[in-house]
T-cell receptor, first 112, second 113 residues
C-alpha cells in the first residue's frame, strides 16, 4: 500500500520567517495530495490540496508544490504568524481509492 | 456547513468493557472513516465505509469492529477494551465524487484503565 513520509517532525521558526514541510510518497498511482492543519485541541481541517496534473498551487501565504518524478510534495508557509502554530499533516490518495494515507505530522511552532 | 459530531469528547472505560463510539454527519456523505491518533504516529485508518452496511478494513483494524446501519451514522466498537487502545479517535466523512475533502469530527479521547 501507499506509504507517506513527512519531515521534519518539529519545526520552530520566528514570526515572519518562512516554513517548509516536506513529504514523500511511494505509490506512483497517487493523484491527490491534501494538507491538513490541526490546532491544539481541535479537529484537523483541510488547508490546501493539489492534484497530480498541477505542479504548484497557492492560497495567500500558503503554497504546495508537487514533483511527480521524485514523488515528493511540500507545503510552504510565508510570513509565518503565531496563529500558524499547529500540527500539519500531509496525505496522499491512490487513484481509484477513497482512503487517504497520512504522514506522521509536523508540529510547527511560530515564536513572536 | 458540514457538521461531523461524535458522541463523547472524553470517555473512561475499564479493561474488558465493550465500548461504542458514535459518529454522525449531516452532509449526506457516502464515505465515513474512523482514525486513531497517537503522538508521533499521525492519523491511522482503522475502518472505513463507502455505503450503508458496507465496510473495509484500514491499516489497524485488529481489536475493532464497525457498524453502519444508516447513511449518516458510523459506529466504532471495541469488543473488549484493552489499555493499548487508549487513544484519540477521530471520525471523518467525505463525498465519493470529485471532491475528496475529508471533514473531521472533534474527536473522542478514550482512556482504558
Amino acid at each position: 500500500g501507499e506509504n507517506v513520509e513527512q519531515h521534519p517532525s518539529t519545526l520552530s521558526v520566528q514570526e515572519g520567517d518562512s516554513a517548509v514541510i516536506k513529504c514523500t510518497y511511494s505509490d506512483s498511482a497517487s493523484n491527490y495530495f491534501p494538507w491538513y492543519k490541526q490546532e491544539l485541541g481541535k479537529r484537523p481541517q483541510l488547508i490546501i490540496d493539489i492534484r497530480s496534473n498541477v505542479g504548484e498551487k497557492k492560497d495567500q501565504r500558503i503554497a504546495v508544490t508537487l514533483n511527480k518524478t521524485a514523488k515528493h510534495f511540500s507545503l510552504h508557509i510565508t510570513e509565518t504568524q503565531p496563529e500558524d502554530s499547529a500540527v500539519y499533516f500531509c496525505a496522499a490518495r491512490v487513484s481509484g481509492y477513497s482512503t487517504l494515507t497520512f504522514g506522521k505530522g509536523t508540529m510547527l511552532l511560530v515564536s513572536p | 456547513d458540514v457538521k461531523v459530531t461524535q458522541s463523547s469528547r472524553y470517555l473512561v472505560k475499564r479493561t474488558g468493557e465493550k465500548v461504542f463510539l458514535e459518529c454522525v454527519q449531516d452532509m449526506d456523505h457516502e464515505n465515513m472513516f474512523w482514525y486513531r491518533q497517537d503522538p508521533g504516529l499521525g492519523l491511522r485508518l482503522i475502518y472505513f465505509s463507502y455505503d450503508v452496511k458496507m465496510k473495509e478494513k484500514g491499516d489497524i483494524p485488529e481489536g475493532y469492529s464497525v457498524s453502519r446501519e444508516k447513511k449518516e451514522r458510523f459506529s466504532l466498537i471495541l469488543e473488549s477494551a484493552s489499555t493499548n487502545q487508549t487513544s484519540m479517535y477521530l471520525c471523518a466523512s467525505s463525498y465519493q465524487g470529485s471532491s475528496y475533502e475529508q471533514y473531521f469530527g472533534p474527536g473522542t479521547r478514550l482512556t482504558v484503565t
